[in-house]
């Protein structure tokens, strides 16, 4: 089953992740729409896009909407490496994780530029490949 991403590429971290998801999607079943982008505009206007920057949304195949460590962990699962993120949706961790993810997602630049000294990129480095 395909899973589309829906990400920001300018956001260093956000865009470290999906180049890792990109370079083990040998199967093809991940497709990566950076919401910062042309495409995004112009093939996804309906969307709405604060909703969208506020955390990482996926969606299924079959229209199904899953958003934050949920969204993560299907794509993760979809290259071999959901262990990754697995534990983060077990019952007593997923309420601290989610919460967790909140944070993280609202202040991603800064945490960007504190980890890798650029809060934003000047364009999206993954976002030039199709996924």
């Not at 199967?27 to 309906?46: C, M, P």
């Not at 962990?73 to 697995?86: K, N």
């Amino acid at each position: 089953m395909q899973l589309t991403l829906f990400y920001d590429g300018l956001c260093p971290l956000c865009a470290a992740e999906m180049k890792s998801l990109r370079s083990r999607n040998g199967t093809g079943h991940l497709r990566f729409v950076d919401i910062q982008s042309a495409e995004f505009q112009r093939d996804y206007s309906h969307l709405d896009w604060q909703a969208l920057n506020a955390r990482i949304h996926a969606q299924w195949a079959d229209g199904r909407w899953v958003s934050g460590l949920d969204a993560t962990h299907a794509a993760w699962q979809l290259v071999g490496r959901g262990w990754l993120y697995g534990w983060m949706r077990w019952p007593l961790i997923r309420p601290i994780a989610d919460r967790f993810y909140g944070w993280f997602a609202r202040n991603r630049y800064t945490l960007s530029r504190w980890l890798t000294g650029k809060a934003r990129l000047e364009r999206c480095e993954v976002c030039d490949r199709d996924g």
